[in-house]
T-cell receptor
Framework: GAVVSQHPSWVICKSGTSVKIECRSLDFQATTMFWYRQFPKQSLMLMATSNEGSKATYEQGVEKDKFLINHASLTLSTLTVTSAHPEDSSFYIC????????????FGPGTRLTVT | GENVEQHPSTLSVQEGDSAVIKCTYSDSASNYFPWYKQELGKGPQLIIDIRSNVGEKKDQRIAVTLNKTAKHFSLHITETQPEDSAVYFCAASYDFGNEKLTFGTGTRLTIIP
């Protein structure tokens, strides 16, 4: 199998606080994970590529100081939304590449963030 | 960079009929084309993929075709069932290392019982 989990599945926080979202590959090791953001009825927007043991690579327009990514192990990547504001409210989804010589990405179930 | 266009944006078909979703891509170097199904409030699920060394791939009621010359690929779902209702995304990437995917805009498929 190729199971990716995310925690929490949903979170509500107040403006100005920080929120951490965890992404775990449960049955395989992933040297690369990706973080996406999805607005209602829209496609997935890639935020950053997370590589184990190195700094994340952010897509153009994504503030790296606001969206902190840490890929500390081969099964865990975290996304921290710092000083959250209502406009950060969104559905955040991670994915992980299963290393089998092919580029298959498996997605987590997503985290619904609401900033009040 | 790669650009992927997907059509139609919405599709309604009668249960039991077939559904076809089409995508075009711009970068001729792309050689990996997965399809994802996303149900409401959930993450995308990989349902089938194809690489440029083949023209067609089937998995039960689902098939994908690829035309590299024309740079387009399609998802075919036969004998549709209500549980096929979801949003479907196509994507493209270069199948080497850990290349990021470029997604299409999605197709909302509704199966009418």
């Amino acid at each position: 199998g190729a199971v990716v989990s995310q925690h929490p599945s949903w979170v509500i926080c107040k403006s100005g606080t920080s929120v951490k979202i965890e992404c775990r590959s449960l049955d395989f090791q992933a040297t690369t994970m990706f973080w996406y953001r999805q607005f209602p009825k829209q496609s997935l927007m890639l935020m950053a590529t997370s590589n184990e043991g190195s700094k994340a690579t952010y897509e153009q327009g994504v503030e790296k100081d606001k969206f902190l990514i840490n890929h500390a192990s081969l099964t865990l990547s975290t996304l921290t939304v710092t000083s959250a504001h209502p406009e950060d409210s969104s559905f955040y989804i991670c994915s992980a590449i299963k290393p089998a010589g092919v580029n298959e990405q498996y997605f987590g179930p997503g985290t619904r963030l609401t900033v009040t | 960079g790669e650009n992927v266009e997907q059509h139609p944006s919405t599709l309604s078909v009668q249960e039991g009929d077939s559904a076809v979703i089409k995508c075009t891509y711009s970068d001729s170097a792309s050689n990996y084309f997965p399809w994802y199904k996303q149900e409401l409030g959930k993450g995308p699920q990989l349902i089938i993929d194809i690489r440029s060394n083949v023209g067609e791939k089937k998995d039960q009621r689902i098939a994908v075709t690829l035309n590299k010359t024309a740079k387009h690929f399609s998802l075919h779902i036969t004998e549709t069932q209500p549980e096929d209702s979801a949003v479907y995304f196509c994507a493209a990437s270069y199948d080497f290392g850990n290349e990021k995917l470029t997604f299409g805009t999605g197709t909302r498929l509704t199966i009418i019982p």
